[in-house]
Nanobody, 124 residues
């Protein structure tokens, strides 16, 4: 059973930065796809970024491209999301997700395992 635990959320002013972490346990993740999603109040969960664990190949939603960076640390089994130039519209609960195979899809239904989420609030 894969377990994902997010941390690093908080309150930040617009233009500021935060780094989210997702600690993964329960498997070896070399063939996994890991991703970040977010969900704002009253909105559907949306894709933010994903990374192929083995190759570290990233992919971003257009809304965060150039501002967010996804990465992973093999030794620590941890994925990160560095968020810079934060905007009010980035406010949401951010979720870490994984699936035990590669995918180019961005739909939440493609991901098998989920963390509990961490709140990110950007004040304008």
């Amino acid at each position: 059973q894969v377990q994902l635990v997010e941390s690093g959320g908080g309150l930040v002013q617009a233009g500021g930065s935060l780094r989210l972490s997702c600690a993964a346990s329960g498997r070896t993740f070399s063939s996994y796809t890991m991703a970040w999603f977010r969900q704002a109040p009253g909105k559907e969960r949306e894709f933010v970024a994903r990374i192929e664990w083995g190759s570290a190949l990233p992919y971003y939603a257009d809304s965060v491209k150039g501002r967010f960076t996804i990465s992973r640390d093999n030794a620590r089994n941890t994925m990160y999301l560095q968020m810079n130039s934060l905007k009010f519209e980035d406010t949401a609960v951010y979720y870490c997700a994984s699936r035990p195979s590669l995918t180019i899809g961005t739909m939440p239904a493609l991901y098998t395992y989920w963390g509990q989420g961490t709140q990110v609030t950007v004040s304008s």
